[in-house]
Protein backbone atom coordinates (compact mmCIF):
# COMPACT_ATOMS: atom_id res chain seq x y z
CA UNK A 1 0.00 0.00 0.00
CA UNK A 2 1.54 3.55 -0.92
CA UNK A 3 2.10 6.09 2.01
CA UNK A 4 -1.11 8.52 0.57
CA UNK A 5 -3.31 5.29 -0.14
CA UNK A 6 -2.62 4.41 3.59
CA UNK A 7 -2.92 7.69 4.84
CA UNK A 8 -6.29 7.82 3.07
CA UNK A 9 -7.57 4.62 3.99
CA UNK A 10 -6.65 5.74 7.78
CA UNK A 11 -8.57 9.00 7.73
CA UNK A 12 -11.62 7.29 6.24
CA UNK A 13 -11.05 4.77 8.97
CA UNK A 14 -10.96 7.49 12.01
CA UNK A 15 -13.97 9.15 10.16
CA UNK A 16 -16.22 6.60 10.49
CA UNK A 17 -14.84 5.57 14.10
CA UNK A 18 -15.88 9.23 15.33
CA UNK A 19 -19.25 8.81 13.62
CA UNK A 20 -19.93 5.34 15.50
CA UNK A 21 -18.42 6.74 18.61
CA UNK A 22 -20.39 9.94 18.76
CA UNK A 23 -23.77 8.07 17.52
CA UNK A 24 -23.45 4.71 19.95
CA UNK A 25 -20.15 4.37 21.16
CA UNK A 26 -17.59 1.94 20.64
CA UNK A 27 -17.34 -0.84 23.34
CA UNK A 28 -15.55 -3.74 21.81
CA UNK A 29 -13.15 -4.84 18.77
CA UNK A 30 -12.97 -8.03 17.66
CA UNK A 31 -9.56 -8.54 16.17
CA UNK A 32 -10.03 -11.58 14.01
CA UNK A 33 -6.96 -13.52 12.80
CA UNK A 34 -5.90 -16.90 11.33
CA UNK A 35 -4.26 -19.46 13.21
CA UNK A 36 -1.11 -19.07 11.45
CA UNK A 37 2.00 -17.23 13.17
CA UNK A 38 2.45 -13.63 12.83
CA UNK A 39 2.99 -12.01 9.98
CA UNK A 40 3.95 -8.89 9.31
CA UNK A 41 0.62 -7.63 7.63
CA UNK A 42 -1.26 -8.49 10.95
CA UNK A 43 1.13 -6.36 13.18
CA UNK A 44 0.55 -3.49 10.49
CA UNK A 45 -3.01 -4.06 10.31
CA UNK A 46 -3.48 -4.28 14.37
CA UNK A 47 -1.58 -1.51 14.81
CA UNK A 48 -3.37 0.54 12.16
CA UNK A 49 -6.47 -0.06 14.37
CA UNK A 50 -5.52 0.31 17.81
CA UNK A 51 -3.70 3.55 16.62
CA UNK A 52 -7.28 4.71 16.15
CA UNK A 53 -9.39 3.55 18.67
CA UNK A 54 -6.82 3.26 21.23
CA UNK A 55 -6.48 -0.08 22.70
CA UNK A 56 -7.20 -1.34 26.61
CA UNK A 57 -3.80 -2.36 27.07
CA UNK A 58 -2.30 1.08 25.10
CA UNK A 59 -4.34 4.28 26.27
CA UNK A 60 -6.59 4.70 29.26
CA UNK A 61 -10.27 4.57 28.01
CA UNK A 62 -9.34 2.74 24.69
CA UNK A 63 -11.53 0.34 23.43
CA UNK A 64 -11.24 -3.52 24.68
CA UNK A 65 -9.49 -5.26 21.73
CA UNK A 66 -10.25 -8.73 21.67
CA UNK A 67 -8.05 -11.71 19.83
CA UNK A 68 -10.09 -14.23 17.73
CA UNK A 69 -8.17 -16.67 16.33
CA UNK A 70 -9.84 -18.71 13.77
CA UNK A 71 -9.02 -21.68 11.73
CA UNK A 72 -8.01 -24.29 14.21
CA UNK A 73 -9.76 -27.06 13.19
CA UNK A 74 -6.10 -28.72 13.16
CA UNK A 75 -6.53 -28.26 17.55
CA UNK A 76 -9.05 -31.04 18.01
CA UNK A 77 -9.08 -31.28 22.01
CA UNK A 78 -7.78 -27.94 23.10
CA UNK A 79 -8.08 -24.84 20.31
CA UNK A 80 -6.88 -22.91 23.50
CA UNK A 81 -3.41 -24.62 22.87
CA UNK A 82 -3.04 -21.98 20.48
CA UNK A 83 -3.09 -19.26 22.77
CA UNK A 84 -0.88 -20.83 24.93
CA UNK A 85 1.98 -21.19 22.59
CA UNK A 86 1.40 -17.94 20.72
CA UNK A 87 0.66 -15.28 23.28
CA UNK A 88 3.89 -14.63 24.23
CA UNK A 89 5.30 -13.83 20.27
CA UNK A 90 2.20 -11.68 19.86
CA UNK A 91 3.19 -9.58 22.48
CA UNK A 92 6.39 -9.48 22.12
CA UNK A 93 5.22 -7.89 18.85
CA UNK A 94 3.62 -5.21 20.46
CA UNK A 95 -0.20 -7.16 20.08
CA UNK A 96 -1.86 -7.39 23.02
CA UNK A 97 -5.26 -8.05 23.71
CA UNK A 98 -8.13 -7.70 26.70
CA UNK A 99 -8.85 -11.28 26.23
CA UNK A 100 -8.99 -13.79 23.38
CA UNK A 101 -11.45 -16.22 21.72
CA UNK A 102 -9.55 -19.36 19.78
CA UNK A 103 -12.01 -21.04 17.32
CA UNK A 104 -13.29 -22.75 14.50
CA UNK A 105 -15.12 -20.49 11.89
CA UNK A 106 -16.12 -23.72 9.45
CA UNK A 107 -19.73 -23.46 8.42
CA UNK A 108 -22.82 -25.25 10.20
CA UNK A 109 -22.52 -28.76 8.62
CA UNK A 110 -25.31 -30.76 9.47
CA UNK A 111 -23.09 -33.68 8.17
CA UNK A 112 -19.81 -32.98 10.26
CA UNK A 113 -18.98 -34.93 13.02
CA UNK A 114 -20.63 -34.93 16.52
CA UNK A 115 -17.19 -33.77 18.28
CA UNK A 116 -16.98 -31.01 14.82
CA UNK A 117 -20.41 -29.65 15.39
CA UNK A 118 -19.93 -29.78 19.14
CA UNK A 119 -16.60 -27.54 18.53
CA UNK A 120 -18.56 -25.14 16.34
CA UNK A 121 -21.06 -24.94 18.80
CA UNK A 122 -18.74 -23.88 21.43
CA UNK A 123 -17.03 -21.23 19.32
CA UNK A 124 -20.10 -19.58 18.65
CA UNK A 125 -20.71 -19.54 22.10
CA UNK A 126 -17.60 -18.34 23.05
CA UNK A 127 -18.04 -15.31 21.13
CA UNK A 128 -21.14 -14.36 21.88
CA UNK A 129 -20.16 -14.77 25.49
CA UNK A 130 -17.52 -12.02 25.08
CA UNK A 131 -19.68 -9.53 23.29
CA UNK A 132 -22.35 -10.60 26.28
CA UNK A 133 -19.94 -9.41 28.86
CA UNK A 134 -18.41 -6.32 27.36
CA UNK A 135 -21.99 -5.18 27.21
CA UNK A 136 -22.84 -6.41 30.79
CA UNK A 137 -19.70 -3.96 31.74
CA UNK A 138 -21.80 -1.20 30.96
CA UNK A 139 -19.62 0.66 29.47
CA UNK A 140 -20.99 4.13 28.61
CA UNK A 141 -19.43 6.13 25.15
CA UNK A 142 -17.09 8.54 26.90
CA UNK A 143 -17.01 12.46 26.48
CA UNK A 144 -13.66 12.23 25.51
CA UNK A 145 -11.60 9.60 23.55
CA UNK A 146 -7.68 9.88 23.42
CA UNK A 147 -8.08 8.81 19.52
CA UNK A 148 -10.40 11.04 19.01
CA UNK A 149 -7.87 13.63 17.70
CA UNK A 150 -6.17 13.57 14.10
Not at 46 to 69: E, H, L, M, N, R
Not at 89 to 102: D, I, P, Q, V, Y
Not at 113 to 138: F, L, T
Request: charged content about 25%; proline content about 5%; overall charge positive.
Amino acid sequence: MGFFRTLFTKWRLKKSYKKLYRDDGVYLLLYCMRGSRAQRALIRDYKFFTDIVGSTSTAAGGVPVVAVVTSLEDYPTDMDKWWVKNKDNLESLGMRFSTHACITSLPDDPYASPAMRARRQRSEQVIRCIIYESYQAGQTPRSSSPALTL
